[in-house]
């Protein structure tokens, strides 16, 4: 009786290792399926729109610097905003870009030195297009497609 005991105990723990190494081949064989189809998935962009930086000044973003957008954006000088600008002729909370109803809008945040769309000071919410220029501060971003 106690051979029969032995026996079994040596089966159930050989079946033990068996089922722990078949979970591990299936648990690799996943991760290893998952880490190749992200190799093969295309890149996301990183936003819905972009932000060119046309024109700037000793410290600012460097020309040609993609800002990327969000639904909505807020850009400033101040290090909560999403889009940073380091220019002291920008507000701490500049300007916002929207994204609605298939459309991009910008609007003055209450700044000290306005925002400026194609040369002209806005005063109230206002439609962007692709192509467009913006001026906040010393900065000029050009709204590109993503």
Known sequence: MEITFTVLLWAVRIAFLVLLYLFLVRAFAGL??????????????????YLVVQRTHAG???????????????????????????DEAASARHSLVSFSDGEWWIE??????????????????????YGDEVAIGRIGLRLEQA
């Open 32 to 49: 290893w399926r998952e880490m190749r189809t992200e190799e093969a998935a295309p890149a996301r962009p990183g936003g819905l729109a």
């Open 108 to 129: 003055d945040a209450g700044s000290t030195n306005g925002t400026v769309v194609n040369g002209t000071k806005i005063w109230q919410r206002e439609r962007l297009h």
């Open 60 to 86: 600012g973003p460097r020309s040609g610097e993609r800002l990327s957008l969000r639904a909505v954006t807020s850009i400033g000088r101040d290090g909560g905003n999403d889009v940073v600008l380091n």
